[in-house]
């Protein structure tokens, strides 16, 4: 590798981690990048801290808007609030203005506006260089997949990694599954978007009137006949996380498999009511998050102001 300086860096594996820029997996390789902004139009996103209002919740927030979706992550000491967003919607400075006007606190900080295009490299792994992580690939932040898919591409590195130099029949392994592992979350994140019920913007009703992949659309036919949840190798989301969103979203089975007929509901109905009570109690004796918090993992009394990073 040749640096700006002159300087030559010799080596027998590379591991581009250059985030957006695929300084060695694009710009030095050229390896191609799928975008897939047809299905998944936000291309945007402005993040802004703000002040905490009353106990943290102990969960993370996204709401839909008019042009796309605003995450609220309630921490110790602030809370992180971003505006993911469709550019052909609303320009920078309205998502700006609509960020600012939907802070729960005081903002601690200027908006920083961010711009990327959900898709994946066409290869991963290209010669003698691997991309991990932003250079990879990048899926809009809605189910927080980015830290999760840098442990899988360093788990398939080391599944793959080369003995006696590098064989193409592994490196075309690993360049398949991991592109199939990009597959499974991108129909996952796609769902989101078709199945939406909204119709008052120009983005909500586009998504829902848009084709998607072949992949997807089959899924969802096979749950919508029978209630059948597909599960293909290399996925990331389970079966509960699908049947969630399905069931969220309206898409429910037209008829149901004929083996629940050979179920006894008097036993399921009382085994539902156990595992009810049990959680009802745990629930009942557990303390609030904010006393958790104070007893098992407070942090310091000034904070830590951390500057948004695409990885949520």
Same mark, same amino acid.
């Given at each position: 590798?040749?640096?700006?300086? #002159?300087?030559?860096?010799? #080596?027998?594996?590379?591991?581009?981690?250059?985030?957006?820029? #695929?300084?060695?997996?694009?710009?030095?390789?050229?390896?191609?990048?799928?975008?897939?902004?047809?299905?998944?139009?936000?291309?945007?996103?402005?993040?802004?801290?703000?002040?905490?209002?009353?106990?943290?919740?102990?969960?993370?927030?996204?709401?839909?808007?008019?042009?796309?979706?605003?995450?609220?992550?309630?921490?110790?000491?602030?809370?992180?609030?971003?505006?993911?967003?469709?550019?052909?919607?609303?320009?920078?400075?309205?998502?700006?203005?609509?960020?600012?006007?939907?802070?729960?606190?005081?903002?601690?900080?200027?908006?920083?506006?961010?711009?990327?295009?959900?898709?994946?490299?066409?290869?991963?792994?290209?010669?003698?260089?691997?991309?991990?992580?932003?250079?990879?690939?990048?899926?809009?932040?809605?189910?927080?997949?980015?830290?999760?898919?840098?442990?899988?591409?360093?788990?398939?590195?080391?599944?793959?990694?080369?003995?006696?130099?590098?064989?193409?029949?592994?490196?075309?392994?690993?360049?398949?599954?991991?592109?199939?592992?990009?597959?499974?979350?991108?129909?996952?994140?796609?769902?989101?978007?078709?199945?939406?019920?909204?119709?008052?913007?120009?983005?909500?009703?586009?998504?829902?009137?848009?084709?998607?992949?072949?992949?997807?659309?089959?899924?969802?036919?096979?749950?919508?006949?029978?209630?059948?949840?597909?599960?293909?190798?290399?996925?990331?989301?389970?079966?509960?996380?699908?049947?969630?969103?399905?069931? #969220?979203?309206?898409?429910?089975?037209?008829?149901?498999?004929?083996?629940?007929?050979?179920?006894?509901?008097?036993?399921?109905?009382?085994?539902?009511?156990?595992?009810?009570?049990?959680?009802?109690?745990?629930?009942?004796?557990?303390?609030?998050?904010?006393?958790?918090?104070?007893?098992?993992?407070?942090?310091?009394?000034?904070?830590?102001?951390?500057?948004?990073?695409?990885?949520?």
């Amino acid at each position: 590798m040749l640096l700006d300086n #002159g300087e030559y860096v010799g #080596g027998d594996l590379f591991v581009d981690a250059s985030g957006f820029r #695929g300084l060695l997996i694009e710009q030095a390789l050229v390896s191609g990048y799928d975008d897939w902004t047809e299905w998944l139009p936000c291309d945007r996103a402005v993040a802004m801290p703000c002040e905490l209002s009353g106990e943290p919740a102990p969960y993370t927030r996204a709401t839909a808007r008019e042009a796309g979706w605003q995450w609220r992550i309630p921490l110790q000491h602030r809370e992180g609030n971003g505006y993911v967003y469709c550019s052909r919607q609303i320009s920078d400075d309205e998502a700006v203005g609509a960020l600012r006007g939907a802070l729960a606190g005081a903002p601690l900080g200027e908006p920083n506006l961010l711009r990327f295009t959900t898709g994946r490299r066409r290869k991963f792994w290209n010669r003698n260089c691997v991309a991990v992580g932003l250079s990879s690939g990048f899926i809009e932040p809605l189910e927080s997949t980015s830290i999760a898919l840098i442990q899988s591409a360093i788990a398939k590195l080391l599944t793959f990694f080369p003995e006696r130099g590098l064989s193409p029949i592994e490196t075309n392994e690993a360049n398949r599954v991991m592109r199939e592992e990009y597959e499974r979350i991108r129909d996952f994140i796609i769902l989101h978007y078709k199945a939406t019920a909204r119709d008052d913007s120009e983005l909500w009703r586009s998504c829902r009137a848009m084709p998607v992949p072949e992949t997807l659309e089959r899924k969802m036919e096979l749950f919508r006949c029978r209630g059948h949840v597909v599960a293909y190798a290399e996925e990331s989301f389970e079966e509960a996380s699908w049947v969630t969103m399905y069931a #969220g979203f309206g898409i429910l089975p037209e008829h149901y498999d004929s083996r629940v007929d050979n179920q006894d509901f008097e036993v399921l109905g009382r085994d539902l009511a156990k595992i009810r009570s049990a959680i009802r109690a745990a629930a009942a004796s557990a303390p609030s998050h904010a006393e958790f918090i104070a007893r098992h993992c407070a942090a310091g009394a000034s904070g830590v102001n951390v500057r948004p990073q695409m990885v949520d």
